[in-house]
C-alpha cells in the first residue's frame, strides 16, 4: 500500500519521533511511504525549532502568527497536492495540526481516503498553555478536519471521547497510542547499586509536569533514605528548576543532564532506579511512560483515566491521587525502600508492553487495516455508482 504522509512538525521531539517510528514500521511492513512536511525538517536539531517561526511567536501579536499559519495552509496543499500527483498514493495520512488543512483539502481533490492522527485537542491546548488569540476560528477549523477525515486516530480513549464531542461518530474513530520497540530498550537489571536511589524523569520541561513538587520533597525528606533525582531533557521550566534546588538546599542531588540523542535514551532510562510521571494532560498519551515500561523500570504516575489506559496500579505502576500533594512522594519512598516491588512492577510493565504489543510495528499493522477497509470502501462505492441499473 502507499502511504502519502503528510504532516507539520518543524522541531525534532516526541513529535517526530511518532513520525518517524511510524514512517519506520509502515516500511519495515512493505509499505510505500512517502513524507510531505515543512522544508528543513529533516535537517532540524533536537529540540528545535523554525527561527522564522519563533521570530513571529515572539515579536508579533499572536492573532498575526496564527492568520499566518492559517496561509501556509494553501503552499501546504499545493506541496502535498504535487506529491499525490507524482506519488498516486492509496491513501493520505496526516498528522493533525492546528491550522493544518492539506490532508483534507487534498484528499477530497483526489478523491483519497484521510486518516488523521489526533495526538491533543490543540485549540484547547494551545489556548490553555501557549495562548491562543484566535480561539473560535482555531476550534472551527479543527472540528472541521476532525469531521471530514474518513477514519480518526486519537491516542487515547479519553481524546477519542473529546473528539466525539465535536461531531465525530464512534464507528469512525480507531484509538492507536504512541508506541516502543522494545528492542531498542533490552530488558534492564535492576540498577547496580552504590547506596544511592535514583528518581528519574526524561522530557520536555514544563512548569506543569509537577518536578517543583519533587524537589521540595527531597529537601523535606527526613535523614535515612533520601534519594537523588535525575532530570533528563531541557525546557522553560529548567531554570526555575535549577533555582529552586539551590534554594532548598538539594543541588547536589538533583542532577540536570539536558538534551540527549534518541539513540541514548535506553541508556539515561537504565540509569534510573524509579521512573516519575508527576503530571500528565488529561488526553495525553505520554511517550516517556512507555519508555519506562519497555525498559522495565517501576513507574509513578498520576492516577487518571488516560494513565489507566497504559498502567495498573499494583500491577505494572504505582499510582497516586494528583489531588494528593504527597502522593507522588508516598509512592517513591516506597518503591525506594522496596528492591522485590521495583523489580515485580518493572517485569510486569515491560511484559504489557509485549502483551498487548503496545509496539510501532503494531500500530504499523492497525493503520495498514484501516487504511485497507477505507481504500476498499471507496472502491466499492465507486463500484456500485458506475453498475447500470438492471431493465425494468
Not at 165 to 192: K, S
Not at 213 to 219: D, H, K, M, P
Request: charged share 25%.
Amino acid at each position: 500500500m502507499r502511504f502519502l504522509y503528510s504532516h507539520r512538525i518543524r522541531s525534532r521531539d516526541g513529535q517526530a519521533v511518532h513520525l518517524e517510528a511510524m514512517v519506520a514500521a509502515l516500511r519495515a511492513a512493505g509499505h510505500e511511504v512517502r513524507v510531505v512536511g515543512p522544508a528543513g525538517f529533516e535537517h532540524g536539531s533536537l529540540g528545535g525549532d523554525s527561527k522564522a517561526v519563533s521570530f513571529v511567536r515572539q515579536r508579533l501579536p499572536a492573532w498575526v502568527g496564527e492568520l499566518a499559519e492559517l496561509a501556509y495552509a494553501v503552499p501546504a496543499a499545493i506541496r502535498l497536492d504535487r506529491a499525490a500527483s507524482a506519488f498516486r498514493p492509496d491513501v493520505i495520512y496526516e498528522r493533525a495540526n492546528l491550522f493544518h488543512l492539506a490532508g483534507t483539502l487534498v484528499a477530497v481533490r483526489r478523491g483519497l481516503p484521510l486518516l488523521l492522527e489526533v495526538n491533543a485537542p490543540l485549540a484547547e491546548e494551545r489556548a490553555r498553555f501557549g495562548g491562543l488569540a484566535l480561539r473560535p476560528l482555531a476550534a472551527f477549523f479543527e472540528r472541521l478536519v476532525w469531521r471530514r477525515a474518513d477514519r480518526v486516530l486519537p491516542v487515547t480513549a479519553v481524546l477519542a471521547a473529546r473528539v466525539a464531542r465535536a461531531g465525530v461518530p464512534a464507528a469512525r474513530m480507531t484509538v492507536v497510542p504512541n508506541g516502543i520497540e522494545p528492542e531498542d530498550f533490552p530488558r534492564l537489571a535492576e540498577r547496580p547499586s552504590n547506596g544511592e536511589i535514583v528518581l528519574g524523569f526524561i522530557g520536555f520541561l514544563r512548569e506543569w509536569h509537577g518536578l517543583a513538587s519533587v524537589v521540595r520533597a527531597l529537601a523535606a525528606a527526613e535523614p535515612g533514605l533520601r534519594p537523588v533525582l535525575q532530570v533528563v531533557g531541557d525546557g522553560p521550566a529548567r531554570e526555575g528548576l535549577e533555582r529552586l534546588a539551590a534554594e532548598c538546599g538539594v543541588a547536589d542531588r538533583v542532577r540536570f543532564t539536558g538534551l540527549v540523542p534518541r539513540d541514548e535514551v535506553p541508556n539515561v532510562v537504565a540509569g534510573f532506579d524509579i521512573a516519575l510521571q508527576p503530571a500528565a494532560v488529561d488526553y495525553a498519551c505520554p511517550l516517556k511512560v512507555l519508555e519506562y515500561m519497555a525498559a522495565g523500570r517501576p513507574i509513578v504516575a498520576p492516577d487518571q483515566p488516560n494513565i489507566r489506559e497504559l498502567l495498573e496500579h499494583g500491577r505494572t505502576a504505582l499510582l497516586f491521587d494528583p489531588a494528593d500533594p504527597d502522593g507522588l512522594w508516598r509512592a517513591a519512598l516506597r518503591l525506594a525502600g522496596d528492591a522485590a516491588l521495583r523489580r515485580a512492577l518493572g517485569d510486569a510493565a515491560r511484559a504489557e508492553i509485549l502483551r498487548r504489543d503496545l509496539t510501532w510495528g503494531g500500530h504499523a499493522r492497525r493503520v495498514a487495516m484501516l487504511a485497507a477497509t477505507e481504500t476498499g470502501r471507496r472502491a466499492a462505492g465507486r463500484a456500485a455508482r458506475t453498475t447500470p441499473e438492471p431493465a425494468a
